[in-house]
């Protein structure tokens, strides 16, 4: 059964920084890219940036810059490594797992940001 | 890069009733490579339909999903009150993904 649990959400101040963590199960995880995918009432839905399985990094025009994504493949773990914190950055973050092709077939439960002084 | 416009933005039906939903991209995508995802307060996003009409494991044959190029649609019948959630479309067939903004579909 696959298995994506966040971990790393919280209070930060604006400008602050903050790492999301995603621990993977149930796959071969050097074979498949992840997501990282926000949600807020607002906005919906928002692509945040991947990591492909060649390891390759993907990132929306938006989020270039300030986020970094990375895996650990020996420890299964994913990483979302966010900087320049804004209030715009307040969401539930969480980490998907993609197919192929792309879609997102299997979601973590989600962990809260938020972005305040 | 791909704009998903989905409509309504809420839709409001009776239990029994079916639901219609629409999602129109700005660009024909690339082998209809369109999800649908249900979302319920509190709980992650749930894959509903994946290269637009394909039923993802476990999703009642009560969901449909049809469209092509620029036009899709996700068909809901039968609606039950544990339906009521939002719902989003995703293509991904070409780079960045993209959401739609959602439909929020009420049971009365």
């Known amino acids: 059964e696959v298995q994506l649990l966040e971990s790393g959400g919280g209070l930060v101040q604006p400008g602050g920084s903050l790492r999301l963590s995603c621990q993977a199960g149930?796959?071969?995880?050097?074979?498949?890219?992840l997501s990282w995918v926000r949600h807020t009432p607002m906005r919906g839905l928002e692509w945040v940036s991947a990591?492909?399985?060649?390891?390759?990094?993907h990132y929306p025009d938006s989020m270039r810059g300030r986020v970094t994504v990375s895996r650990d493949i020996s420890r299964n773990m994913f990483y979302l490594q966010m900087n320049s914190l804004r209030a715009d950055d307040t969401a539930v973050y969480y980490c998907?797992?993609?197919?192929?092709?792309?879609?997102?077939?299997?979601w973590g439960q989600g962990v809260l940001v938020t972005v305040s002084s | 890069e791909v704009v998903l416009t989905q409509s309504p933005g809420t839709l409001s039906l009776s239990a029994g009733e079916g639901a219609t939903l629409s999602c129109r991209a700005s660009?024909?995508?690339?082998?209809?490579?369109l999800a649908w995802y249900q979302k319920r307060p509190g709980q992650a996003p749930r894959l509903l339909i994946h290269d637009a009409s394909s039923r993802a494991t476990g999703i009642p044959d009560r969901f449909s999903g049809s469209g092509s190029a620029t036009d899709f649609t996700l068909t809901i019948s039968r609606l039950d009150p544990e339906d009521s959630a939002l719902y989003y479309c995703h293509q991904y067939g070409i780079a960045p993904h993209a959401f739609g903004r959602g439909t929020k579909l009420e049971i009365k």
């Open positions: 149930g796959f071969i995880f050097s074979n498949y890219a």
């Open positions: 660009q024909s995508v690339p082998n209809n490579y």
């Open positions: 990591i492909g399985a060649d390891g390759k990094t």
């Open positions: 998907a797992k993609e197919g192929p092709p792309p879609f997102f077939d299997y």
